[in-house]
């Protein structure tokens, strides 16, 4: 990670997720915590502020597909692959569910509960 942050690096392979509901600025964000190839492109900068301020999810949708569309073209990062995710539970177990902040399986863990 030293390598990555300093930059250090011709190719690097990372693992990433993403919320339900998205901020990208940890990665494509010019400050971003985890824009190890120092991305910056000013209409992308643009959107993605854009994205983190709008309330309306059908506008965000909007946003994001146009921020889409200049990853395309510049290609900052090549995407090898995405895991899905298969979540079971125990009917008589209480599940937060997955949250925005935290999508993975143990979502909520605080809330869950054996339903007796």
């Keep these: 990670m030293q390598k990555g942050k300093a930059g ?9 997720t993403f919320n339900l509901d998205p901020d990208v600025s940890a990665l494509y964000g010019p ?4 824009n190890f190839m120092k991305y910056n492109n000013p ?3 643009k ?10 999810s059908a506008k965000r949708k909007t946003i994001y597909s146009n ?3 200049i990853w395309e073209n510049d290609m900052p990062v090549i995407t090898l692959y995405s895991d899905h995710e298969v979540v079971v539970k125990s009917k008589d177990l209480a599940y937060g569910g997955a949250s925005a902040y935290w999508p993975g399986t143990v979502a909520n863990f605080q809330k869950w509960a054996y339903k007796k």
């Design 47 to 56: 959107l993605i502020a854009q994205g983190k301020e709008e309330p309306d």
């Design 8 to 16: 250090d690096f011709d190719l690097l392979l990372i693992g990433f």
């Design 67 to 69: 921020l889409q569309k």
């Design 31 to 34: 400050n971003g915590a985890y």
């Design 43 to 45: 209409e992308a900068v």
